[in-house]
């Protein structure tokens, strides 16, 4: 609660006007203008001669934002500077920058076919609708930091589960009663994912509206385009669709760490030595994030919660798996590689577990002998 | 005492400790032997691109051709090398191959050459490297461009006074001109993976230590500790100086593994070239070796004042677990703030293994203080500060 207040907080402090005299409007009047002035706005030609006439005709942020397309689809221009063909060729312009960067893309390489399918998504995009929507856009833009956060508090919540406490050695009187075996175990880790799910989504849903709270729920329903940051996204879905597709990737990240602890936690048998390990692998992936070099993210960091929760790169990095033939998207390759190794992980736990019991079988079988 | 140092030294050696130092290690070697390979390439002495890990050894061996004092003579020499040189042309086609990993024989002196130009914002980058500059005519003018820029670079980035600026000028024009060039890359992997992997070790300090002074462990504090003859008094100080010892240990096991990685991988050459081919601003009459050591020690000073502070949680708290997650908590906020700007982060443990150690000042009166011995200050300070926490926690300790 007290992050989501705090990440609403500063949220809001960026839709405060100020000027050297001071503060102009804060956020309450410009979001209430923003939504008032952005029914049925579209980006259009209309829109932009609308702008030119009369600068206030759609508020200021319901400017910035439309500024802030037209500075990164048209180049850098200004507004003033558009000619009449500019603007109503916005979206054929965009579809070019798009074919450009696929085509100079030399990380990825793609083929004719592979940028022919691309395309075919950015011409599906016929108006994109200007309505409000900031709620969502600080939530898409917020929600990843929060999900790392909420990864971490999980997975040392569930760490105690498998991990031994040295100080009380209840392990082996455990271990030896009635249901001890397989039932504990099983019981333990449907505890873990149960948990750890509960803990995710009903986290999130505070979040969410705590976060949304202040600005408003409307938006949901436009396009993610209407962003700046993703205009160029081939992803043709609104911020609702947005928000459940991170709130997955972030519950899969969360599920791969909980496999993991719960593996490093089954072999080590310690809770501070898993801790350590799991700490440090965080560590690990924290500095694998911050050096961007494209071989380590496409083959390792795409998997990891920590690069997994930076939801933005999936809508706009266009990085494309060519498995067997077939060209997956980075999201959903992602997300089947995660699943993938977070079951492994599992196995591995269950087969230690399993090798113990069987030791323990052979221990009372000799001693019986 | 001796013998009980050794065994409470001893005892910190449990599963917990040789979980995380292997972790640590194993992290360290993998990003050094992963970037170093994935991220590098360099033009060698044929003119071949030759990438990864071999990279190195080849810019090395191009780099004998480079290799000398700069003076008048070895300047004008470098102009016409470079001038007619394949990687020239080569960074003229491939604009952005110094700025991602790209690497040249005439990295280290060229970028000398130019920081005398570009002071304050020099950078890495193809357009960083020419050598087209009037004041490369002769070396007494290359110097004294070299030497204003220092002292314009001080000025600017630093809020000395002009009377400070002074004191600071006169060490300027006592740098031991002309300086040694040649290859050093090994050294500056060193550096760049030392900073980059210290959270690393505070990371292991949290979990190593936090048991030192808890109840609810067996080789933290017992009844039996305190009820001894000497549990009270000696135990502690025993305790202390073994954490200590213990700090030091993970420490160099740290700089262990980094040396022994980046020796093998890029060569440690380049120690005993002057301090200032790497850190232009440097007014010490060091060599990079020495730089290194003094950043090394740096390091080792910021890693005893954390363990001290996790020593301190753990006596506080007297619970092992709580004490890690505190400590956690401390470390990240630690490693979060040492970026802030000003003064207040020449306060940070974090930052005890800045540059700023090799090109910062702090004066008091007229006496200009590197930071390196500042740090030195503010280490004996926080732990002095630590250990009478520590002590005044110890002689209230009670089990129940």
Redesign the interface.
């Known amino acids: 609660m007290f992050v989501s207040v705090y990440h609403t907080k500063i949220n809001l402090d960026r839709y405060i006007v100020r000027n050297t005299q001071g503060i102009v409007s804060d956020w309450n009047e410009n979001l209430s203008e923003a939504k008032e002035k952005s029914r049925a706005l579209y980006l259009d030609k209309d829109c932009f001669i609308g702008m030119q006439n009369n600068e206030n005709r759609y508020g200021y942020l319901n400017n910035e934002n439309i500024s802030d397309i037209i500075s990164v689809n048209y180049e850098g221009k200004t507004l003033e500077e558009l000619s009449e063909a500019d603007m109503e060729s916005l979206l054929q312009i965009r579809s070019d920058k798009i074919n450009e960067n696929l085509m100079m893309d030399s990380k990825n390489n793609y083929t004719d076919t592979e940028i022919a399918r691309f395309m075919d998504k950015a011409g599906d995009l016929s108006v994109i609708s200007m309505g409000y929507s900031e709620g969502w856009k600080v939530l898409a833009e917020n929600m990843g930091g929060f999900g790392i956060l909420l990864n971490i508090v999980i997975t040392?919540l569930i760490l105690p589960l498998f991990g031994r406490d040295?100080?009380v050695q209840m392990e082996e009187l455990v271990r030896s009663a009635r249901f001890g075996q397989k039932r504990l175990n099983l019981s333990r880790i449907l505890s873990a994912y149960l948990a750890a799910t509960v803990l995710y989504f009903a986290s999130m849903m505070i979040y969410f509206n705590i976060l949304m709270m202040p600005f408003g729920f409307e938006g949901g329903n436009q396009p993610i385009q209407s962003n700046a940051r993703v205009f160029f996204s081939l992803y043709n879905i609104t911020y609702l669709q947005q928000f459940m597709i991170n709130l997955l990737v972030g519950y899969l990240g969360l599920i791969f760490m909980v496999s993991a602890a719960l593996m490093v936690t089954i072999i080590?048998k310690?809770?501070?030595?898993?801790?350590?390990?799991i700490?440090?692998?965080y560590?690990?992936l924290i500095?694998i994030d911050q050096?961007y070099?494209y071989?380590?993210n496409h083959w390792f960091a795409n998997f990891m919660p920590v690069h997994m929760t930076e939801f933005w790169h999936f809508y706009t990095g266009n990085e494309l798996y060519r498995i067997w033939g077939r060209s997956i998207p980075c999201l959903n390759w992602s997300i089947i590689v995660s699943l993938i190794l977070s079951a492994i992980f599992l196995a591995i736990g269950i087969l230690v577990l399993l090798r113990d019991k069987i030791c323990r079988i052979y221990l009372k079988k000799g001693s019986d002998v | 005492m001796k013998r009980q140092i050794y065994m409470e030294y001893r005892k910190m050696w449990n599963?917990?400790t040789?979980?995380?130092v292997l972790?640590?290690c194993a992290?360290v070697i993998?990003?050094l032997f992963?970037?170093l390979n994935?991220?590098y390439r360099a033009i060698d002495s044929e003119g071949q691109i030759v990438e990864g890990l071999a990279s190195y050894r080849a810019l090395r061996e191009a780099s004998e051709e480079i290799k000398g004092t700069m003076d008048g003579t070895y300047i004008r020499e470098l102009v016409d090398k470079y001038n007619n040189s394949f990687d020239k042309s080569y960074l003229k086609e491939h604009r952005g191959f110094l700025g991602t990993g790209g690497m040249t024989k005439f990295m280290v002196p060229n970028y000398f050459i130019n920081y005398a130009y570009y002071g304050a914002y020099m950078s890495n980058g193809n357009d960083k490297i020419g050598l087209e500059y009037d004041f490369l005519d002769s070396e007494d003018e290359f110097y004294k461009t070299y030497k204003e820029t220092v002292k314009e670079h001080l000025a600017e980035v630093n809020p000395y006074t002009e009377e400070q600026m002074n004191i600071l000028g006169k060490k300027v024009d006592k740098l031991n001109i002309p300086y040694q060039t040649g290859y050093y890359q090994g050294l500056a992997n060193l550096r760049a993976w030392f900073v980059?992997?210290y959270?690393?070790i505070f990371?292991?300090l949290?979990?190593?230590l936090?048991g030192i002074f808890a109840k609810?462990?067996?080789g933290g504090i017992t009844e039996l500790t305190l009820s001894s003859k000497y549990g009270r008094k000696n135990n502690f100080n025993v305790r202390w100086i073994a954490g200590n010892m213990f700090i030091i240990s993970i420490y160099f096991i740290f700089i262990g593994v980094q040396l022994i990685v980046n020796g093998i991988i890029a060569t440690l050459d380049g120690w005993n070239l002057p301090a200032q081919m790497f850190w232009f601003e440097c007014l010490h009459n060091i060599t990079v070796g020495e730089g290194i050591l003094i950043l090394f020690g740096g390091g080792l000073l910021g890693a005893i004042v954390i363990g001290n502070i996790v020593m301190l949680t753990s006596i506080k708290m007297k619970n092992?677990?709580v004490a890690?997650?505190l400590s956690?908590i401390v470390v990240f906020w630690i490693l979060k703030s040492k970026n802030v700007y000003g003064f207040s982060k020449m306060f940070n443990p974090a930052n005890f293994i800045s540059d700023s150690l090799l090109t910062g000042y702090c004066f008091v009166g007229n006496m200009a203080l590197p930071y390196f011995v500042i740090v030195i200050i503010f280490t004996v300070f926080y732990v002095a500060l630590l250990w009478i926490g520590i002590k005044m926690s110890y002689r209230k300790y009670y089990i129940d």
């Open positions: 040392v040295s100080g080590l310690n809770l501070l030595a898993s801790a350590s390990l700490a440090i692998f560590i690990m500095v050096l070099v071989e380590i | 599963k917990i040789g979980v995380a972790a640590m992290v993998l990003h992963i970037y994935l991220q980059l992997d959270g690393l990371v292991v949290a979990f190593a936090s609810d462990y067996t092992r677990k890690v997650i956690a």
